[in-house]
């Protein structure tokens, strides 16, 4: 975060460079509200759930994303 200089806002009018421990906080509280989004994204985290099926077990993901496109073209 610090070498991007990717800042949050935090509520305030002044964003700031995460720690890592705020980092944390968010990343565990994505997983969580996953549960019941499926796919939930903020800050650069992206956490999706991924329910147990056909004998396959509950897992979790979360990604940082830099950076995505897609093949879709809004006019």
Not at 15 to 27: E, F, M, Q, Y
Not at 34 to 48: L, N
């Amino acid at each position: 975060m610090t070498a991007l200089d990717w800042k949050w806002g935090g509520g305030t009018s002044e964003k700031v460079v995460p720690t890592i421990a705020a980092l944390k906080k968010s990343a565990r509280r994505l997983l969580i509200d996953s549960v019941t989004s499926k796919v939930i994204s903020s800050g650069g985290f992206t956490a999706k759930y991924h329910p147990a099926f056909d004998g396959e077990d509950e897992y979790f993901e979360l990604l940082f994303i830099l950076e995505e496109a897609d093949s879709c073209f809004d006019d």
